[in-house]
């Protein structure tokens, strides 16, 4: 591995809108520090996504195919573990990819490709549900639309794994300062995987209203 090789931090946001932080224009939300790494590291002003959903666009992102070739089209579908992603190339040039936080592989390979991997995806918001929150739905039944319109700004499980995340990133970077200050400063390539800002609709005061 060559040492002038770049430290590769991607940190990858889930429902995240590119139009809601302020270096790409936006002159009402507040987001100086992604504005700091669009300054300092590498920004995409012409990308867009292959596919609607979730799953299909990381496994797309994560492979470099679209969903007809890699075979994943709903959040339902699992990559297959043959594929390469950018992990593997990532490990081929000398990197020891880690992985950070969310993911959304549902299948038994939890990796594909990277080496290490801490904090895993989200589990249920309840026993026997799915990974997904009710939202407030056109025609949705009453009782469900009037419990969030009524609730409040609240906490949730994805607000939870995204503190997780942040903690085990910050660990991350605080070793590899550590091994700089030993001589051992080996370039590094890290995938973060934050679930915010999916949900909760109802954002929480403090947060919201400056």
Not at 22 to 28: A, D, E, R, V
Not at 38 to 58: E, H, K, M, Q, W
Not at 68 to 91: E, K, V, Y
Not at 156 to 162: A, F, K, V
Request: glycine share 8%; proline share 7%.
């Amino acid at each position: 591995m060559k040492k002038n090789q770049p430290n590769i931090i991607f940190i990858l946001s889930d429902q995240h809108a590119f139009n809601v932080i302020g270096s790409y224009g936006n002159k009402i939300i507040r987001t100086p520090n992604l504005d700091k790494l669009a300054c300092n590291g590498v920004s995409f002003d012409n990308v867009y996504t292959p596919a609607p959903i979730c799953l299909p666009a990381r496994m797309s992102l994560l492979t470099g195919k679209f969903p007809f070739r890699q075979s994943c089209w709903t959040n339902s579908d699992s990559l297959a573990s043959d594929i390469p992603t950018m992990a593997h190339s990532l490990g081929a040039v000398g990197y020891n990819p880690s992985l950070i936080g969310r993911l959304h592989s549902i299948g038994p390979d939890q990796l594909h490709g990277y080496a290490k991997r801490e904090v895993f995806d989200h589990c249920s918001d309840w026993y026997g549900g799915s990974d997904y929150s009710l939202g407030v739905l056109d025609k949705a039944q009453r009782p469900f639309k009037e419990s969030i319109l009524n609730s409040g700004p609240g906490q949730m499980s994805y607000e939870i794994l995204d503190r997780e995340v942040t903690n085990h990133t910050l660990n991350f970077l605080k070793k590899v300062s550590y091994e700089k200050e030993k001589g051992r400063n080996k370039p590094f390539a890290l995938q973060v995987g934050f679930m915010l800002p999916h949900q909760p609709y109802v954002a929480n005061p403090k947060l919201f209203e400056y």
